[in-house]
Nanobody
Framework: QVQLVESGGGLVQAGGSLRLSCAAS????????MGWFRQAPGKEREFVSA????????SYADSVKGRFTISRDNAKRTVYLQMNSLEPEDTAVYYC?????????????????WGMGTQVTVSS
């Protein structure tokens, strides 16, 4: 198992940007595919983005495509989510997740390790 700690959340106005970071423990970070999910109040947790072990393959939810960018730095054991053109609908707790496999996945059940989450609030 890998331990994950998210950071970078906060309050931002609509149209603004935030960059989330997820720091992972353990020396085998590079074998994990990583993902970002979010959960708004009263809603189910939903997929946002995922990246494979070497960053060569990424996937995005339609709602964030073209606005969010996922990346990773295996030397720093960190995955990032750059969020631009934020909208009030992006308000949620954002969770980082790790999957002990090289290929990406979009289903929450495919990820075995989760962080505690970081709050993102976008004001209109």
């Amino acid at each position: 198992q890998v331990q994950l700690v998210e950071s970078g959340g906060g309050l931002v106005q609509a149209g603004g940007s935030l960059r989330l970071s997820c720091a992972a423990s353990g020396r085998t970070f590079s074998i994990y595919a990583m993902g970002w999910f979010r959960q708004a109040p009263g809603k189910e947790r939903e997929f946002v983005s995922a990246i494979n072990w070497d960053g060569g393959t990424t996937s995005y939810a339609d709602s964030v495509k073209g606005r969010f960018t996922i990346s990773r730095d295996n030397a720093k054991r960190t995955v990032y989510l750059q969020m631009n053109s934020l909208e009030p609908e992006d308000t949620a707790v954002y969770y980082c997740a790790a999957r002990k496999a090289s290929a990406i996945a979009t289903a929450a059940g495919s990820f075995g390790s989760w962080g505690m989450g970081t709050q993102v609030t976008v004001s209109s």
